[in-house]
C-alpha cells in the first residue's frame, strides 16, 4: 500500500513560472513531511520540511502547504529557473510517540520537474 | 563531517556473482537506510536499521538480499547471488534521533549486472 501519493509524475513550466506538486498520505500519526530534491547522478537531498502544526511553511522561492484535514501537502516553486530541473520526492514519517515504523521515511513516487528557458 | 559515504559508487557484475555494497553513515546517527531507486519502482526502502538493529527488512526482495550493521560506523548490503533485474541505484541514508531531523543520503552506488 502506497503510504504517500504524489502528483505529477512529470511536469514542464516555462522558467518564471509557478510548479507546483501535490501529495496526499494516509496515515494521520505522521508528523513529518519533508521534500527532497534530486538531481541526475546524486541522492535526494532535503529542500523543505513541514511539521503538521502550520499550514504553511516558506523559504525563498519554494513554498510548502499543508492541509491536515485533507491529509494533503503540496511544494510551490514560485519564478521557477532552470536549475529547478530535478526530480522532486514528498515524504512523511512518524518521529513522535512510539512505534516499529518510527522514524521510517515513507516516499512518494517522484516528480520530474523540467523548467525550460 | 564527510556525509553519508557508499562505496563503491558504480558497479559492473555478471549475472550469479556476489556484489557488497557498502555504506558509512554520518557520525552520531542511529538510524540508517538502504533504499533502491528504478526508473519503474521510484525510491523503494528496501531495510532500515535503529542503533545497529535491524529494525523493518519486509521491503528486502528475496532472500538473496541481505545487509548487515555490524557497527555504528558501517553497514553492507549483499546480493547472491545477483541477477540482471537487480540493476538499479542503491542509496543508504541516515539520520539521527528527534524532531525536524534530516535524513541525508549518500551519492548511490550505481548496480549494472549483466
Known amino acids: 500500500q502506497q503510504q504517500v501519493k504524489q502528483s505529477p509524475q512529470s511536469l514542464i513550466v516555462q522558467k518564471g513560472g509557478i510548479s507546483i506538486i501535490n501529495c496526499a498520505y494516509e496515515n494521520t500519526a505522521f508528523d513529518y513531511f519533508p521534500w527532497y530534491q534530486q538531481f541526475p547522478g546524486k541522492g535526494p537531498a532535503l529542500l523543505i520540511a513541514?511539521?503538521?502544526?502550520?499550514s504553511e511553511k516558506k523559504e525563498g522561492r519554494f513554498t510548502i502547504s499543508f492541509n491536515k484535514s485533507a491529509k494533503q501537502f503540496s511544494l510551490h516553486i514560485m519564478d521557477s529557473q532552470p536549475g529547478d530541473s530535478a526530480t522532486y520526492f514528498c515524504?512523511?514519517?512518524?518521529?513522535?510517540?512510539?512505534?516499529?515504523?518510527?522514524?521510517?521515511?515513507?516516499f512518494g513516487r517522484g516528480t520530474q520537474l523540467t523548467v525550460w528557458p | 563531517d564527510a556525509g553519508v559515504i557508499q562505496s563503491p559508487r558504480h558497479e559492473v557484475t555478471e549475472m550469479g556473482q556476489e556484489v557488497t555494497l557498502r555504506c558509512k553513515p554520518i557520525s552520531g546517527h542511529d538510524y540508517l537506510f538502504w533504499y533502491r531507486q528504478t526508473m519503474m519502482r521510484g525510491l523503494e526502502l528496501l531495510i532500515y536499521f535503529n542503533n545497529n538493529v535491524p529494525i523493518d527488512d519486509s521491503g528486502m526482495p528475496e532472500d538473496r538480499f541481505s545487509a548487515k550493521m555490524p557497527n555504528a560506523s558501517f553497514s553492507t548490503l549483499k546480493i547472491q547471488p545477483s541477477e540482471p533485474r537487480d540493476s538499479a541505484v542503491y542509496f543508504c541514508?541516515?539520520?539521527?534521533?528527534?524532531?525536524?531531523?534530516?535524513?541525508?543520503f549518500g551519492q548511490g552506488t550505481r548496480l549494472t549486472v549483466v
Open positions: 541514508a541516515s539520520r539521527g534521533t528527534g524532531l525536524n531531523t534530516e535524513a541525508f
Open positions: 513541514i511539521r503538521p502544526d502550520v
Open positions: 515524504a512523511a514519517s512518524k518521529y513522535g510517540g512510539r512505534g516499529s515504523t518510527l522514524g521510517r521515511l515513507y
